[in-house]
Structures are given as structure tokens and as C-alpha cells.
């Protein structure tokens, strides 16, 4: 817990209040016990504390939460903190009067509860920062959409494993399918499945893991439940033919005047590895193009380094700039970024008679070339931005020299096989040994990569090594 400062929880001070790395407290000077906490979100929650069972430093510390801060005044969570402290005062311990009640509540509540404390990173180095707004509002929407309609009734201490597996096998029946229009140009639609069950029952555990860390129930009933909590792994990625297909579908469909923007979004999809939202919502301030690399301010795992190969470079300096948007693919409208992929990527694939291919099989098909060509795994890391805690000491010292000439190789052939040229990935047999076909080679990977003079010894023994095997 951060350093308590004492002052006048006036309305002042609470709006001047501004969120930090960490959780914090401000203290009332004035009615000791009351309090300000303000998340890492921003987010500020009036609050009391005091001891039960008639004070005493042996005595249990407790934490009663008043109210959020807006709808709330400073004034009036004051005077409810003081009715609070009354009651502490006359022997009454309204925390566990509180957690007792709530443990009374039903799992429609408990939703409710979850998503206003309780939507945090349970684990990984981003443990306990709140989850991104959209991986939130999906997770809330499994929750409410798959766990209110079959379990919200009950009690969440009555929960238990058959119930969990019962409600699996339900959405997987696809007992919660609905597809209603809620108004013009709005329409929720929801699909169950083995995907979907899978899903919210990891959805339902961390709900219940946060119910227990707040001693509102002491199990989670997913825990013992025998239901599958993991994805298919997903072992799909293409080859160089399905790679010129695609990249075929692709330049067809912008001579027939689909947006561009959808189009360059899914080629650098295809020759960066990167996952389909860091590469819509990318920003021109990431774009780092004189040193090839992309410097990603808020990926899936946090801050992130790319390096580009020189066809993604190529790529990304062609397009244009928006002055009035930071984005590198604005929207058509409104102030955010270009979202309409969908529906152009499905007519690509199936152009393409690719059935079955995400953006993400682009991710794998980049990992895939790069181990079957032989680069590092420390290096095929880095050009995706894996965090895996175990792969994590064997990254931290790449630098981005070597995982750019790395991502350059592996998006080399890629971009061959996107423009269907096939011709630039001879055979060994069909390389000639001359000194006039090395210096070409030379002269081509020096302009491609963009290196100086001070490497050239470097890419000398690279190109010899590739023009003699």
C-alpha cells in the first residue's frame, strides 16, 4: 500500500486526484477512518476504515467501500462514513455484515460486482492493472449473454462443479443462441458452441477466483469442474502457393475498388506477424521506418518492439498521411481507426479458396517460415513479441539489429510469395557462384535492409554463405 497523506477530502482535492501505476489512498484529515482510493484506472472510490471488534491494534483492520466518486459527492460519502464509524463505534462490524449479505447474492450480482472491481489481469507480468477496454466489454458480454440467462438466478454460494458442467454442455448445445435487432443498425447477435463454452467458463472462473479473493465465497466451482477450459491449438498456417493466392485475391480486389486500407491492413498482416488490431489501430508515432522497426505503445503484452522487413518498410512508406488523424489507417469517420476488414478479408479468402483462414493464421504462417528457414527461436520471438514468461531471459538480450535482418529473411519470401513471384526463392542447384551475381546480391540486400557501410563485412560473409551452399 502506497504512503497515506492526510488532507481535506474536499471536492478539490478528489477531482485533482490523478491515477499512477499503482493503487493509492488519500486520508481524510478530518474524520479519521475516511478515505479516498484511486485506481490505476483512474477510477476513485470513497472508503472507510477501521478495526473490528472494538479497536485495538490486535484488532482486524477492516475496509467498507461507501461509494464511486461521481455519483457521489465528497460531502455526502462523509456524511455515510460517519453513520459507518457510529456503527463501529457501538461494536457493529459492518464489513462482515456486508461480506455475510453478500454472499447471499446471486450470480447476476456478482457479474455486476466483477465488473466494477473486479475486471483485472489476474496473472503475467500485467498482473492486477485492469483489463483493456475491449477485452473487457467482450468478456463482459459472455458473461452476461451465456452465464445471467442459465445460471444468474442462483446463489453463488449454491453454485457448484455439475452445475458448471451442465451450463457448458448447454452453451455448447447452443442453449443461449439468440440474434435480436435492438434498433436501427443495431443487432446482437449470440452463438454458443465449444468455442463459446470454453470461453465463458474461463470467464466464470475468474469470476469466482475474484469472489474468493474477496471472501465472498471460499471455492470456485470451476476448479473441480470436469469441463475443457483450453482452445484448440491451432497448428493452421500457409504455404508459399496458398501465400500467392492470397496476394492475388488481394491485388484483385483493389483493382476492383475495394477500400485500400482493408487491403494494406491484411498485406501487413501477411509480412509483419502482428496481431490484427496492433496493425488496424497502428499510430504513425510507432512507426519508427529509419530504423525498420515498429514501436508498439500497447500491444496484448504492454509496450513492444517489432522489427519490419524491407517490404513491410516499403509498404508502410508508401502510404498516406491523414493530417487530422494519428492513425495510419484512419477511420472513413469519426476520429478512431479503419474497422472494416471483415467483410473485405472474407471475399479475399475466398478468392483466395482459403476456407477457415484468420488474420491470426497470418501470424502463425510468419512463425512458421521463420523456424522452417532456420532462424533463432530467440529471433522468431522477436519478430512476433511473444511474452512467454519462460522465452522472456531469451529475449531480453536480441537486439533489433539481427531480429530485423531476421524479420527482413522470413517477410522476404512472403512478399515474393504475396506478389506471386515465385522466382525469388531458386533452388540451391539453380545458384550461380560468380562474382558478378554476389555483388548484385550484395548491392540489393544493402539497399533493401538499409545498412551502412560499417556492415558490409557483415553482409559479405551472409551472401557468400547463401550464393555457395
Keep these: ?30 474524520l479519521p477512518g475516511f478515505g479516498l482510493r484511486v485506481e490505476t484506472s483512474g477510477a476513485k472510490t470513497f472508503i472507510v476504515r477501521y478495526r473490528a471488534e472494538g479497536g485495538g491494534r490486535s484488532a482486524a483492520q477492516r475496509f467498507v467501500t461507501v461509494g464511486r466518486f461521481g455519483p457521489l459527492t465528497s460531502e455526502q460519502a462523509r456524511k455515510q462514513a460517519k453513520i459507518v464509524l457510529g456503527g463501529v463505534a457501538t461494536g457493529e462490524d459492518p464489513a462482515d455484515e456486508r461480506r455475510l449479505k453478500r454472499r447471499e447474492m446471486k450470480i447476476n ?14 496473472r503475467g507480468k500485467r498482473q492486477g492493472q485492469p483489463m483493456k477496454p475491449l477485452t473487457k466489454q467482450l468478456t463482459l458480454a459472455r458473461l452476461r449473454n451465456h452465464v445471467v440467462p442459465l445460471l444468474g438466478h442462483k446463489r453463488v454460494s449454491e453454485l457448484n462443479a455439475g452445475d458448471v458442467e451442465r451450463f457448458v454442455r448447454d452453451v455448447t448445445a447452443g442453449k443461449t443462441n439468440r440474434d435480436e435487432k435492438l434498433g436501427p443498425r443495431k443487432r446482437i447477435i449470440v452463438r454458443g458452441g465449444e468455442g463459446a463454452a470454453r470461453k465463458v467458463v474461463r470467464d466464470l472462473s475468474a469470476v469466482f477466483s475474484f469472489a474468493i479473493r474477496s471472501e465472498i465465497v471460499e471455492r470456485n466451482p470451476c476448479g473441480t469442474a470436469a469441463v475443457r477450459k483450453t482452445d484448440n491449438q491451432r497448428e493452421r498456417f500457409l504455404l508459399l502457393d496458398e501465400v500467392t493466392r492470397l496476394g492475388s485475391a488481394l491485388d484483385e480486389l483493389e483493382a476492383e475498388g475495394v477500400n485500400p486500407k482493408a487491403v494494406n491492413i491484411a498485406r501487413l498482416w501477411a509480412l509483419t506477424g502482428c496481431r490484427r488490431e496492433e496493425i488496424a489501430s497502428l499510430k504513425w508515432a510507432e512507426v519508427n521506418l529509419g530504423e525498420g522497426l515498429l514501436e508498439l505503445d500497447d500491444s496484448k503484452t504492454g509496450k513492444s518492439i517489432r522489427p519490419l522487413g524491407a517490404a513491410a518498410v516499403t509498404l508502410l512508406g508508401s502510404l498516406p498521411r491523414e493530417l487530422d488523424s494519428s492513425f495510419v489507417f484512419p477511420a472513413e469517420r469519426g476520429d478512431g481507426y479503419f474497422q472494416g476488414t471483415k467483410r473485405i478479408w472474407a471475399k479475399a479468402i475466398k478468392k483466395a479458396k482459403l476456407p477457415g483462414v484468420t488474420p491470426h493464421t497470418l501470424r502463425h504462417t510468419i512463425g512458421s517460415f521463420a523456424i522452417s528457414t532456420g532462424e533463432a527461436l530467440a529471433l522468431t520471438g522477436a519478430i512476433l513479441g511473444h511474452s512467454n514468461p519462460r522465452s522472456t531471459a531469451i529475449y531480453a538480450h536480441v537486439q533489433n539489429d539481427p531480429s530485423r535482418r531476421a524479420a527482413n529473411r522470413v517477410a522476404k519470401k512472403i512478399a515474393a510469395a504475396l506478389a506471386g513471384n515465385m522466382s525469388q526463392s531458386p533452388s540451391r542447384k539453380a545458384r550461380p557462384n560468380h562474382l558478378e551475381t554476389l555483388v548484385a546480391s550484395l548491392s540489393e540486400r544493402l539497399k533493401a535492409e538499409g545498412i551502412d557501410g560499417a556492415r558490409v563485412q557483415l553482409i559479405i560473409a551472409d551472401a557468400i554463405g547463401a550464393n555457395t551452399e
Design 109 to 122: 450480482g456478482l457479474i455486476d460486482l466483477y465488473e466494477e472491481e473486479g475486471c483485472v489481469i489476474q
Design 1 to 30: 500500500m502506497a504512503k497515506r497523506v492526510g488532507v481535506a477530502l474536499t471536492k478539490r482535492v478528489v477531482d485533482a486526484a490523478e491515477k499512477r501505476d499503482q493503487r493509492y489512498y488519500i486520508w481524510d484529515s478530518e
